[in-house]
């Protein structure tokens, strides 16, 4: 799809523009059925350096208007994340409900409470199956699972509603301590965050969406270009600075990652920034060199602040399953972990695994994404999370 639109640039000048495809082009690219209006979205959005390149009211235009070119990916680049592909989730509880209730973990709770169940032994078994399922580990499980059993035999519930109702409490004591928003401290100027994880979890994408978050909060900071290992990450990162109006500091690709962190927060602190966010290579936990580079970038942070870096903030993929155990234990070895994101939540992600981590850990877990957009990447809200993977009342999954 993406080469229907690689169109020749015209041959004109440097000055010719360049133009939407057909109606009738767009119709061969986007089948619909038979009388169904076009699309507005049809037409894919621009990347964003093309926007920041041809802003809309100063570009020239014809009846379709402009279209600029969609540039290549280098090899190794993540996909570019399509922000505008769907609305955000609505605010507050419903957004999460709306973004969670198609997970595994939610239908497979809600699926026990569809219709009005027997107060009994199968329904604790279905309730624990149902749990493990869902990655929520069997410390976790076991724990409540023999809270709920102990109280039903002490006859504490009426009927299946009050034991759905005292699940939910159950499921959010447990993660209830580790919901804790990062809060800058406006006495670390500037406040360094050390992004950190595995590959692919979407880390960069993260510190973009973070960035915006924090400047909408007022905060003025710069990002370190720290991934120079995977091919196109400096420039990811610097399309993301660019969108959100930040100022980035890299040295290219294959410079050295500590270099870079260091580089940054003098430049960060000479500018009077308040926020550095340091971005890394993406790492197995398996790879002790590569683990051992992360203690070398804490170590050179701290001959400029002996307190940097304030924040290590690790991005966990929720698909993960409880390998995300494994690799936080041995991220928090190496280089001390103080908050977590936990990413993908939306789609197919079991989502149980937060409650393992937080029955395991206790690290806070500043924020969840549960979307593509960028007002997705939430606050984590533990009453709000387990709402969404709970039906509401007996029947209603």
Known sequence: MIGFFRRKKPQDGPDAVQTRPSTEELAAAFPRAPGEPLPADAIPASTPVADEAVPEADAPRNDAGPLPEPAAAAP?????????????????????????????????????????????????????????????GVPATTAIIEDLRKRMKEREFADAQALLKALRADLIALIAPVARPLVIDASR???????????????????????????????????????????????????????????????????????????????????????????????????????????????????IDDTAPHEVLMVIDGTTGQNALSQLRQFHAAVGVTGLVVTKLDGTAKGGVVFALAREFGIPIRYAGIGERLEDLRVFDAEAFVDALLPEALGAG
Do not use: C, Y
């Not at 399509?82 to 497979?108: F, Y």
């Not at 009077?272 to 580079?293: K, P």
């Open 76 to 136: 190794g680049a993540e996909e570019p994340e399509p922000v505008d592909a769907a609305p955000a989730a609505p605010a507050g509880k419903s957004g999460w409900r709306d973004r969670l209730r198609r997970t595994s973990a939610a239908l497979g709770l809600a699926g026990l409470f569809t219709r009005n169940p027997r107060l009994d032994d199968d329904l604790l078994d279905e309730i624990e199956t149902a749990l493990l399922t869902a990655d929520v």
């Open 189 to 303: 100027k500037p406040f360094v965050v050390l992004t950190i994880g595995v590959n692919g979890v979407g880390k960069t994408t993260t510190i973009g969406k973070l960035a915006r978050r924090f400047k909408q909060d007022g905060h003025s900071l710069m990002l370190a270009a720290g991934d120079t290992f995977r091919a196109a990450a400096v420039a990811q990162l610097q399309t993301w600075g660019e969108r959100n109006g930040v100022p980035v500091v890299a040295q290219g690709q294959d410079a050295d990652p500590a270099s870079v962190a260091f580089d940054a927060l003098q430049s960060a602190r000479s500018r009077g920034f308040d926020v550095l966010i340091a971005d890394t290579a993406g790492r197995l936990h398996t790879q002790t060199g590569l683990m051992s580079e992360l203690g070398k970038i804490r170590r050179v942070l701290g001959k």
